[in-house]
């Protein structure tokens, strides 16, 4: 298990199990206790951390199609290339990028005036849910959202998409079906952990952006998924293929 690869299984995991913290306070509160109240500070820290959690979840995906890309591509070097110095600086600088991302986000929030019917769409904080209350103009949240959402979500899911562009090309220059199976074996697991991150988050996204008229039990459907559905498959794909 010490292997670079199971090193950044370790930070998904680690990231998932933090993720699903940061929204267990309110959700439990909810759900048990039908106290369906949160003051507006712990709104805000909560929303810093779910967001948070989400820039590093997709960091370690990232990371996670280096580590394969490596593997298939340079096979004899892979624990040479992919050091524990090296390791330990791409989780590094995985959450530097997320906190310096995430950080203004609480301060674009506490700026804005609030006096309609502070009703959030989902069992947690959101950005874009919050926001949405407020009765001044968001303009400059909306815009610093869908930077983030560009250059962090959407420039991660290229790369990715860019890395498994490149271990295709390296597989069919395998001679051997065999190999080549062997070779996509073992990018099954972090495809199927991709899609589990990215499919809901498009989906919640997208009931924001277009689902106004959407009954609330979709749009708290869609964001229950989206954080509930990575932290509970990704252990029994992980857990199986291991």
């Not at 624990?79 to 524990?84: K, R």
């Not at 600086?89 to 990028?97: F, N, S």
């Not at 070779?183 to 924001?208: D, E, K, Q, R, W």
Request: hydrophobic share 50%; glycine share 4%; with cysteine.
């Amino acid at each position: 298990l010490h292997q670079p690869m199971y090193y950044f299984l370790s930070i998904l995991a680690v990231t998932d199990v933090s993720l699903s913290m940061s929204t267990l306070p309110s959700m439990l509160s909810i759900f048990w206790f039908n106290a369906s109240e949160i003051s507006f500070n712990a709104c805000i820290t909560q929303m810093f951390f779910i967001h948070g959690f989400g820039v590093v979840e997709s960091g370690v995906l990232v990371s996670m199609a280096f580590d394969r890309f490596v593997a298939i591509r340079e096979p004899l070097h892979y624990v040479s290339i992919l050091t524990h110095g090296i390791i330990g600086k791409i989780g590094i600088a995985i959450l530097t990028r997320a906190v310096c991302v995430v950080f203004p986000v609480p301060f674009l929030i506490k700026r804005l005036p609030f006096c309609h019917s502070n009703v959030l769409s989902h069992s947690y904080c959101l950005h874009q849910d919050a926001m949405r209350l407020a009765c001044a103009s968001t303009h400059i949240n909306r815009l610093y959202g869908l930077i983030i959402v560009i250059f962090t979500l959407g420039l991660d899911a290229l790369i990715i998409l860019f890395s498994y562009v490149l271990i295709l090309k390296t597989v069919l220059g395998i001679a051997s079906r065999a190999e080549r199976f062997k070779a996509l074996n073992t990018c099954l697991s972090h495809i199927c952990a991709v899609l589990l991150f990215y499919v809901p988050l498009i989906g919640i996204t997208m009931t924001h952006r277009f689902g106004k008229h959407l009954s609330p039990v979709v749009h708290m459907l869609m964001a229950n998924m989206y954080l509930l559905l990575p932290p509970v498959l990704n252990p029994v794909i992980y857990g199986m293929k291991t």
